[in-house]
Each structure stands twice: as structure tokens, then as C-alpha cells.
């Protein structure tokens, strides 16, 4: 179990390493020919970076879309950051202060984590047009979720788990050395799925977070007649899609 442990933690984390890399890489090489920010957009830089922080912060175009959603997309993200944090502890020596003073309040962030991913879940089977259009993966993907929580959370209140232990266990990872693993069966299926988050998280849907940056509705500054952008070069071929069956453009 030590090594075992050991060597799918190193794996996963460098999946999800190389894998945000690779798709950031991806997002910032995409060539964005034309402007299409959702108006009313701002006209200035500093306007734009408002924008993205109202969006990664709030979520604000989800605010004005469905409240619903809105609300249980917050609650989930809001708490999900607060449980995160409580987690630096595992792999630290010593904690830094903000860690430890956040963890008499943290431990209550997985409630709210876990009515947050069930509303999530609940609308995929009761919104008829929201159940049409749901992959198998969109269910995955919300279950393994609230399990990671729901695992973790039996774990706090019922089932103890030695996290000194799995202090020493994660702090020794990080230094490339494998302590003794603290085996219990509820910290199994806790661990096994958020190295199975980690692996997938990058080839997944759950990478809208950094892809939000990147979306060209929201980080163009609505400058469209002072610096008109070009939907392709003139001396290149114009893109196959504008071509007709005869070859002919238009
Ligand atoms: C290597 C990474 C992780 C380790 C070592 C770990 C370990 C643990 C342990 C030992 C507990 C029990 C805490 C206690 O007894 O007080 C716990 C709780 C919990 N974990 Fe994790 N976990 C990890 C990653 C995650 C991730 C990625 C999530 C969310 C997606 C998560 C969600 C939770 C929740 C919601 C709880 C219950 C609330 C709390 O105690 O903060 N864990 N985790």
C-alpha cells in the first residue's frame, strides 16, 4: 500500500502537471482573429481585467443566466477553495498561520460543498432539457465529487482517520521518500479518487476554471474600429468553410 500509494500520487501529479501545461499552452497558442467580446464589454485593459476578476470571483455572466445554477455553482467553488486550504496542512511541517487559523471554520466547508454539487446533480435528472443534453461523464464527474467530499467528510466526524499520519505520509512524497502508509478504507477510496480527479482534470470538462482566462467573449477590450483585427491574413487562403463546392469564395 506504501508504494502503491506512492508511486499513483507521483503519476497523477505529474498527469495533472503536464497536462494544465500542455492545455494552457494549447488555449494561449489559439488564434483569436476576430472580436467577439459579449457586450456591453469594457473599452479599456483595466476594465477587462475588472471583468475577468467579476467572473472568476463571482461568476457574474452565470449570475445573469440562471440563478439556480448560480447559486449551487458558488456554494460548490467557494467551498471547494475553503476545504483546499484546509488541506495545505497534509503537507506541511508546519502549517503557515493562515493555514491553522482557517481550520475551525473550514471543517464546516464540506456541507455547503455537498448541497452545492447534489443541486448540481439533482438538475441533471429533473431539468428535462438539461437531462437531454447530459454525457455519462457529467454525471461521473459530479459523483466522484461529492464521494471525494462525502468520504472525507465521514472521515472528520465518524470514522478517524491518524492525519498526523497522513501528514508524514505526504510531506515524505513530496521529498521523494515513501513513510508508512496510515491504511484505512475510507482514506483508500478518498485518495483513490482525487488522484482519479487529478488524471482526469486536465482532459476534462472540469478545466473550464483556467479556461474562463482564455475566452475570447470575455478578455477582449471592446476597441473593435480603433484597432480592427483581421479574420485572416490577405495573402493566405481563406478558410475552407468560406469556399464553396465549386472552389468559388462567397
Ligand atoms: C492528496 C490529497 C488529499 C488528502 C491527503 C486528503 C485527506 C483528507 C483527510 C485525512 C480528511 C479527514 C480530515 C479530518 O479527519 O479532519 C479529509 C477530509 C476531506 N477532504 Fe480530503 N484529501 C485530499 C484531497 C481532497 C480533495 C482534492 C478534495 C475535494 C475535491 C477533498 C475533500 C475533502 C472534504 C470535503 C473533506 C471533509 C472536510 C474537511 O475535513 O476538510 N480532499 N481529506
Keep these: 500500500m506504501d508504494l502503491f500509494f506512492a508511486v499513483t500520487f507521483w503519476f497523477a501529479t505529474a498527469v495533472i502537471t503536464l497536462g494544465l501545461a500542455y492545455k494552457i499552452r494549447q488555449y494561449w497558442r489559439s488564434e483569436t482573429p476576430l472580436k467577439i467580446p459579449v457586450t456591453p464589454a469594457p ?112 472521515m472528520q466526524l465518524f470514522f478517524r482517520t491518524d492525519i498526523i499520519a497522513v501528514q508524514n505520509y505526504f510531506i515524505g512524497l513530496v521529498g521523494f521518500e515513501i513513510p508508512p502508509f496510515p491504511s484505512s478504507s475510507l482514506l483508500i477510496l478518498h485518495l483513490l479518487l482525487v488522484a482519479l480527479l487529478l488524471v482526469v482534470f486536465p482532459f476534462s470538462k472540469l478545466l473550464h476554471a483556467p479556461g474562463v482566462f482564455f475566452s475570447p467573449t470575455l478578455n477582449q477590450i471592446d476597441n473593435a474600429r480603433e484597432q480592427p483585427q483581421q479574420a485572416f491574413k490577405f495573402n493566405q487562403p481563406p478558410p475552407v468553410d468560406a469556399t464553396d463546392s465549386r472552389g468559388k469564395h462567397g
Excluded at 464527474?141 to 465521514?154: D, F
Design 43 to 154: 473599452t479599456t485593459a483595466s476594465g477587462v481585467v475588472l471583468r475577468m476578476l467579476r467572473e472568476a470571483v463571482l461568476f457574474e455572466s452565470l449570475f445573469k443566466s440562471n440563478k439556480w445554477i448560480w447559486i449551487f455553482g458558488w456554494m460548490f467553488h467557494f467551498s471547494l477553495l475553503l476545504v483546499l486550504a484546509r488541506h495545505f496542512r497534509y503537507f506541511q511541517d508546519q502549517p503557515w498561520a493562515w493555514v491553522t487559523l482557517i481550520q475551525p471554520f473550514g471543517k464546516y466547508a464540506a456541507y455547503p460543498m455537498l448541497i452545492g454539487l447534489s443541486g448540481l446533480l439533482l438538475r441533471r435528472f429533473v431539468v428535462d432539457r438539461v437531462r437531454y443534453i447530459s454525457s455519462p461523464s457529467d454525471y461521473l464527474m459530479l459523483i466522484m465529487l461529492i464521494t471525494i467530499g462525502l468520504s472525507g467528510l465521514l
